[in-house]
């Protein structure tokens, strides 16, 4: 699986933007897919995942009620959309793949990675 993030930018504390992450590969319709993110000087954490169909979905609690994690396997494409922006987002954005179509939360059970997008958050 080859991952493709963009959508990443600088934006005004509480405003949105919207990540995408397209996928190739046979594969991406039964992957679990997670979005991370890594701020300078700190490690990767996940940010939130979503299951292969898109039913079950996680958030990490400093971004519960403010992102949304989506997926279109029509178009192997996953979504965050990130609203009410604030300056500790802001952060490299990576998006993965799982070999495993439902997993726990863990940044370890993530396989293939996407190269990144960052987003800029100013006060």
């Known amino acids: 699986v080859q991952l493709q993030a963009s959508g990443g930018g600088l934006v005004q504390a509480g405003g949105s933007l919207r990540l995408s992450c397209a996928a190739s590969?046979?594969?991406?319709?039964?992957?679990?897919m997670g979005w991370f993110r890594q701020a300078p000087g700190k490690e990767r954490e996940l940010v939130a995942q979503?299951?292969?169909?898109?039913?079950?979905?996680y958030y990490t609690d400093s971004v519960k009620g403010r992102f949304t994690i989506s997926r279109d396997n029509a178009k192997n494409t996953v979504y965050l959309q990130m609203n009410s922006l604030k300056p500790e987002d802001t952060a490299v954005y990576y998006c993965?793949?799982?070999?495993?179509?439902?997993?726990?939360?863990?940044?370890?059970?993530?396989?293939?990675w996407g190269q990144g997008t960052l987003v800029t958050v100013s006060s």
């Open positions: 979503i299951n292969w169909s898109g039913g079950f979905t």
């Open positions: 993965a793949a799982s070999r495993y179509s439902i997993t726990g939360p863990s940044i370890g059970r993530y396989d293939y």
């Open positions: 590969g046979r594969t991406f319709s039964s992957s679990a």
